[in-house]
């Protein structure tokens, strides 16, 4: 969850896996999706047989010149998504490894998850999964099919059908808006809108993301290549596609890192005015810097000053927004491996960011977070979920990463192999009704 950039796998893919670009699981027959960087602990995959990749991350795409920015070429890879949530949680992680190739660890002997109640009866607000796929890949703009893909609807309803009623759908900015305050690409644009009608239409929340952690074309959103304005006309874009659906809710973008928190809330606070100016009410999801993990919520990590000084001051004239965390459960808070430092590190790990909440009286959401299928990770995700269930005053909801149609054998994916459900499901669902 920290400082590392997750590569999402395909089935039978290899995965990437890191602080700056995520580990690599390999599997049987191969496909050619290759996943995009992501967030701080969960793995993007890269392409099997693409000789432009090789299955290394690729470089960072060029940015055009502002007011005419073109696309990157098909070689180039977008920037690498992360999330912030603001509070102000105790320092009890470590800062993610910083190695690129560092391969994800699948615990040797899986156990069966033995679920605990949860500590109240009634579940959160939102409660579901990331379903990755539209910003997978370092192809811009990319092919639909081989480069990325959007969820799927039997997803969806799979998903549904367990009790999940929240989705985070990921997307690369620089492919659904090629030039800065340029109109957005038809196809892509539809892609996404496409399942996001679809899942609201069965009463579902989506949450939609840029994966580019607060960058565009490898630029920081709030430099000279990238002014606010920029991330702004971006934002009334959207506001203005999907402010008319109230389940949909907007999170700013993935993980913001290496990028000082006073100037990320300063683009935050432009991209949110920009979205109430359209008139939209929807749900604000704001991400903090620093990777926007909860364990280091109150620390300084040479951002400035800490999320837990900075994001006080988050303003929304519509005064509805939720302050974003992520929070994985291995020695570096990255996601990278499937083991879990210990029982109870997923409520030790969020007890600070909690605190921050209830004294700031704002509210939370959990944007990723994930375990192995160990039994000490199945009791971590217990554990977990009964804390935030137990401090639901001020956290609404979480979404587990992850699910998506190219995930293949990825550690933590809940997508079902053979219509059995992955053996990690069972934790989830006394959360879930």
């Known amino acids: 969850m920290t400082n590392t950039i997750t590569n999402r796998a395909f089935a039978l893919l290899s995965f990437l896996a890191a602080a700056a670009a995520c580990g690599s699981a390999p599997a049987e027959g191969g496909s050619e999706l290759a996943p995009a960087e992501t967030t701080q602990g969960a793995p993007l995959p890269s392409p099997v047989g693409n000789p432009s990749n090789g299955g290394t991350p690729s470089a960072t795409p ?44 699948t615990p040797t002997t899986p156990a069966t998850p033995t679920p605990a109640a949860p500590a109240t009866p009634t579940p959160m607000p939102y409660r579901g999964i990331n379903l990755a796929g539209g910003e997978f890949g370092s192809a811009i703009p990319g092919v639909l099919g081989k480069d990325y893909a959007f969820a799927t609807t039997s997803e969806v309803d799979y998903y549904m059908s367990k009790g999940m009623n929240t989705f985070r759908m990921g997307f690369k900015w620089e492919r659904m808006q090629p030039a800065a305050n340029g109109a957005f690409d038809a196809a892509y644009e539809d892609g996404l809108a496409s399942i996001v009608t679809y899942a609201t239409s069965k009463g579902a929340h989506v949450v939609v993301q840029p994966h580019n952690f607060a960058r565009y074309y490898g630029n920081v959103i709030g430099s000279a290549q990238v002014p606010n304005a920029v991330f702004a006309d971006f934002w009334t874009r959207m506001a203005t596609k999907y402010g008319s659906n109230p389940n949909v809710m907007f999170n700013l973008v993935n993980e913001p890192h290496d990028i000082s928190t006073t100037q990320w809330v300063s683009a935050a606070n432009a991209a949110i005015a920009a979205i109430r100016a359209t008139g939209a009410t929807n749900t604000i999801v704001v991400p903090g810097a620093s990777w926007t993990g909860a364990h280091s919520w109150s620390s300084n990590d040479g951002y400035g000053s800490s999320n837990a000084v900075a994001m006080v001051g988050i303003q929304d004239p519509g005064a509805n927004f939720l302050i974003e965390a992520h929070q994985y459960l291995d020695a570096d808070s990255s996601g990278g491996g499937g083991n879990c430092v210990s029982t109870t590190i997923g409520s030790e790990r969020l007890s600070g960011w909690v605190k921050w909440l209830r004294d700031n009286k704002m509210r939370g959401m959990l944007g990723e977070f994930a375990g192995g299928n160990n039994a000490t990770c199945n009791a971590a995700v217990t554990d977990m979920l009964t804390y935030m269930m137990a401090n639901s005053d001020v956290v609404d909801g979480w979404t587990w990463w992850a699910g998506g149609p190219l995930w293949g054998s990825y550690v933590f994916t809940l997508d079902p192999v053979g219509g059995k459900d992955q053996p990690q499901m069972a934790l989830l669902t006394p959360f879930l009704k």
């Open 62 to 105: 060029t940015t055009p010149s502002l007011g005419a920015l073109t696309p990157v070429g098909a070689g180039a890879a977008a920037a690498t998504p992360s999330t912030g949530a603001a509070g102000a949680p105790a320092d009890t992680g470590t800062t993610p490894s910083s190695d690129p190739t560092a391969t994800p660890t």
